[in-house]
């Protein structure tokens, strides 16, 4: 059986996408929304932030990855348009070799001439051709993690399985609730694991959870591995 593979990497935005509009726009910073690619679209929605009324139309004007741009909602912050891109000789390699693989984007937030993916694999055997295409084409990535998928809809979250399971049991227990239903030390008991380590469990999963739902732009996969974290807070 094949085993879904997460691949978190950056990616040089004059391999990718809008090295142009990133040159032009420096502050500008830009997510798109989850899309499985393909020959025929690469995602298509795309949230820009840091923006004064026009820059992004502006800035994509002449860039060669694109051929429209559409807006569709604006906000004090942030506008979502829908991106035409140039799917035939303008797009980067790196896009080439993600859409000639089974594969999906989980997030893709850029800034400053690079962009930060993650993307899910079929197998562990397609992960390997789309970094064996990029190698191949000069498409220089800078893996930070590989993994298999671990747990129910928790890989694309950077969420270990400790983790979620820690967020889950102490939501369930009422920990969160105002007033709390359980404290820490009944919720830790409930893990098995000691309250520091239970406490340490609890930020990073929170840490992850905003940097890969709300946050555009930040950081992913925060934490260190649970057993060797739980290990320094004295937890099992």
């Not at 840091?50 to 429209?68: C, I, M, S, Y």
């Not at 984007?105 to 993307?119: C, I, P, T």
């Not at 889950?168 to 520091?196: C, H, K, N, Q, W």
Request: glycine content about 8%; overall charge negative.
């Amino acid at each position: 059986m094949n085993e879904s593979t997460i691949v978190q990497t950056r990616i040089p935005a004059d391999r990718f996408l809008l090295a142009e509009t990133m040159a032009r726009g420096p502050d500008l910073v830009y997510e798109a929304e989850p899309f499985v690619l393909s020959d025929s679209d690469l995602f298509p929605y795309l949230w820009v932030r840091n923006h004064t009324d026009v820059d992004f139309e502006v800035h994509a004007e002449g860039d060669p990855t694109v051929r429209a741009v559409e807006r569709l909602a604006a906000f004090d912050h942030e506008i979502l348009y829908r991106v035409h891109w140039n799917r035939h000789g303008g797009v980067g390699a790196a896009v080439e070799a993600i859409v000639d693989e089974p594969s999906a984007v989980l997030q893709a937030s850029g800034r400053d001439g690079e962009w930060e993916v993650k993307l899910r694999f079929d197998s562990k055997a397609a992960a390997s051709a789309f970094h064996d295409a990029c190698a191949a084409t000069d498409v220089r990535l800078h893996i930070s993690q590989v993994h298999r998928e671990d747990g129910p809809r928790t890989s694309q979250w950077s969420l270990t399985t400790g983790q979620r399971q820690a967020l889950v049991t102490a939501l369930e227990m009422g920990y969160f609730d105002v007033p709390r239903g359980a404290t820490a030390e009944e919720v830790s008991d409930a893990l098995g694991i000691s309250d520091a380590a239970l406490s340490q469990r609890l930020r990073r999963a929170t840490t992850n959870l905003v940097s890969n739902t709300i946050t555009i732009g930040g950081p992913t996969g925060v934490g260190h591995p649970d057993a060797a974290a739980d290990e320094r807070a004295g937890g099992s």
